[in-house]
């Protein structure tokens, strides 16, 4: 009976600790552990979000090697887009949406605006987890004018569940041949 009576105080006991708001992290984790991915807080932006506050990737390059060894950074990129037109370029940013059904397409932003990135010939995908971490992605400038039957999203409308997902349209569209996330 005392038995019982014990174990039923302890798991009360227990039961009142885990439903603690003030809970601290479980002293028992090994140093070095990396602590749980926690989703960024709604109505952030994926310019605030941090390595720290979402899932990490077990794989950090996708597609072909990133061979450009200089950046072009994305404001240059938004601000005349057709100087970059049909040219390779290499931009980064932090990713803002990802296709959720197979990781074909994602977008990048930072304060200036962001670009649609359509993985090239689907020959590669991104993972669907990716949304705010940090990328370095290589391919070429869509140029404005190209046929809208060849852009992406004129017949899955992903440009269409990109703005869903960010709230906004996406100025410029990169063919990528290569993805590298840096966090």
């Known amino acids: 009976m005392r038995a019982k009576l014990i174990a039923s105080l302890s798991f009360l006991v227990l039961a009142q600790i885990g439903c603690s708001p003030e809970r601290k992290p479980d002293a028992a984790a090994p140093p070095g552990a990396p602590a ?15 390595a720290a506050s979402i899932a990490r990737l077990e794989k950090k390059q996708f597609g072909a090697p990133i061979t450009e060894t200089s950046t072009t950074p994305l404001p240059q990129l938004l601000q005349d887009p057709s100087k970059f037109s049909g040219k390779t370029v290499r931009t980064e940013g932090v990713v803002s949406a990802v296709c959720r059904s197979m990781g074909c397409w994602m ?3 930072d304060e200036s605006g962001s670009a649609h990135i359509k993985m090239a010939g689907h020959s590669f ?7 705010g971490h ?4 290589q391919g070429t400038m869509v140029a404005a004018d ?5 852009a992406c999203g004129a017949k899955d409308n992903c440009r269409g569940e990109a703005e869903k ?5 996406a100025k410029i569209e990169l063919e990528a041949t290569g993805v590298q996330f840096l966090d």
């Not at 190209?146 to 060849?150: E, H, K, Q, T, V």
């Open 36 to 50: 749980a991915p926690t989703a960024p807080a709604e109505g952030a932006s994926p310019m605030q979000a941090s």
């Open 107 to 109: 977008e990048i932003a």
């Open 125 to 131: 995908f991104v993972p669907k987890d990716a949304s």
């Open 134 to 137: 940090r990328a370095v992605v």
């Open 146 to 150: 190209a046929d809208p039957g060849a």
């Open 165 to 169: 997902q960010t709230g906004q349209v």
